[in-house]
């Protein structure tokens, strides 16, 4: 939830952020953002002064290192669309890309005088109240009296502070987690510093923001994660909480399995985020496909995120238990996603999950594959995943249903971890070996809030679903792995 307006701050206009910032930047004040080349420092400054164009904010961009034509068209549509920012009058760009060194030899002593006036001239023009120095860096690569140009920035700074308005200024540096800037940027007059960073880990990029310090200004600290979306922009995901204060929901749904249903105490509640754990074949996506069947007839929308098969697989799969859910694709009622973690950050595809759920406005949500993501991510990327899929859910009143796979035999992820630990509701689907047969076993290891049966049941998959039986007697070794004396007991 973002903070209430402030008049003292000054709201970004980038989603999130503004969440961390407590209310956003200082008003009338200077902010460094720094990075490493490609952390993203352009696109936070462009959209910044886009978004304040949109509210009815006029700001000045002032470009020390791409030409104004380039600027243009990498930023020439939605969700930044400088051009039409430009073309409507509501941003001026003011070029004052560097010279090369024998013009600078030439002109004598450094000097940002000239450019300061035109700057001026900008902002009093368009009345702006929001400008953008992109990238002071550069200055330092052309002009060889470092303290000449970091004297001059500081004028300049000074200078905007008088006219009232709020700068962001972008600088380059080194090391993701290195100094904060590459030339003492930070040194000059500065209210704030925010880091971007870009690092790999484990073979993929994984961008984080930092708000180093906001002077006079409370802040959240440590780092958090941000994704570039083509859609919505750069989305910065706050620490994930889920709101202790709001009342969970009284009303039950159907799982799709009546069976189920009842094991449950009567449903499942209408905010719940329900695990299913169980090994490959156990059953895991029949009981998701249920779960978005029961929505369906019941003419709510419903979104279904597959990490681990395609779309045709879960279609052609559905179908062998008689539910088409390529027809409630069709007719609107549910949509597909299909996405391979491999191939991006889970920044960016909690960013396209929240995307969705804003647009369609699900009723029910699945995410069937969940324990690749265990298995390939690591630890605190996945951690912040599951935490944000869970309060965005939350927030909107959405039940959930995942799946995650656990080994063939004894407890997988379903009995410690991230995403038990936040589910309402626990199913774990096994395989249970008696003389002659390898049998299928549920049992619901936990239902928050409710009564429950808690006994282990045999079911069964046939051609129309899943098929809940009676309970299997003395069975054993559900929730560990046996080893050779627990493997005489799970026998006996």
């Not at 496909?289 to 929505?295: L, N, V, W, Y």
């Not at 912040?384 to 249903?401: N, W």
Request: one cysteine or more.
């Amino acid at each position: 939830m973002s903070p209430p307006p402030d008049g003292r701050r000054l709201a970004v206009g980038v989603p999130g952020f503004d969440e961390i910032a407590d209310g956003g930047l200082p008003r009338g004040r200077a902010t460094l953002v720094v990075g490493t080349s490609g952390a993203g420092k352009t696109v936070f400054a462009v959209q910044y002064l886009v978004a304040g164009a949109q509210a009815g904010e006029r700001g000045v961009l002032v470009t020390f290192e791409e030409p104004p034509g380039d600027l243009l068209t990498h930023f020439d549509a939605p969700p930044w669309d400088l051009a039409g920012a430009v073309g409507q009058g509501r941003v001026v760009i003011v070029d004052a890309t560097a010279t090369d060194e024998e013009d600078h030899a030439e002109l004598g002593p450094f000097d940002l005088g000239g450019l300061l006036l035109r700057v001026g001239e900008a902002v009093r023009g368009i009345g702006a109240t929001r400008v953008v120095l992109d990238s002071v860096g550069s200055l330092f690569a052309v002009f060889a009296d470092a303290g000449a140009v970091r004297r001059e920035l500081r004028r300049m700074v000074r200078a905007l502070h008088g006219m009232g308005v709020t700068t962001l200024i972008t600088a380059e540096r080194v090391d993701e987690y290195g100094s904060v800037a590459r030339h003492g940027i930070e040194e000059f007059v500065v209210d704030g510093v925010v880091v971007l960073r870009n690092p790999l880990e484990q073979e993929k990029r994984r961008r984080t923001v930092e708000i180093l310090k906001l002077r006079g200004a409370s802040h959240r600290r440590g780092e958090y994660p941000f994704a570039i979306d083509a859609r919505r922009g750069l989305s910065v995901i706050p620490d994930s909480a889920i709101e202790l204060g709001r009342t969970p929901g009284g009303e039950r749904i159907s799982s799709g399995i009546a069976d189920l249903d009842r094991m449950c105490g009567g449903g499942l509640f209408s905010d719940s985020m329900v695990l299913v754990s169980g090994p490959t074949g156990s059953g895991k996506t029949l009981v998701v496909t249920e779960f978005m069947r029961a929505g369906i007839a019941r003419g709510e929308p419903g979104l279904l995120l597959s990490l681990e098969e395609g779309r045709e697989q879960l279609v052609r799969n559905a179908l062998s238990w008689g539910i088409d859910l390529g027809a409630a694709e069709d007719a609107g009622r549910l949509r597909i996603l299909a996405r391979d973690p491999d191939r991006m950050s889970l920044e960016d595809l909690l960013v396209q999950v929240r995307g969705e759920v804003d647009d369609l406005g699900p009723r029910r949500v699945a995410v069937d594959g969940l324990g690749v993501l265990e298995r390939t991510q690591a630890p605190r990327p996945l951690r912040e995943f599951v935490a944000g899929l869970a309060a965005t859910l939350k927030d909107r009143g959405v039940p959930a249903v995942l799946t995650t796979t656990s080994p063939l035999a004894g407890a997988g992820p379903a009995a410690e971890g991230q995403v038990p630990a936040i589910s309402d509701c626990v199913v774990l689907l096994r395989y249970v070996e008696t003389p002659g047969a390898v049998r299928r076993a549920l049992t619901v290891l936990k239902m928050r809030g409710s009564r429950h049966d808690t006994s282990i049941r045999e079911f069964v998959i046939t051609g129309d679903g899943m098929h809940i039986l009676d309970p299997l007697g003395e069975v054993s070794g559900l929730l560990w792995a046996p080893g050779p004396a627990g493997a005489a007991e799970a026998a006996r």
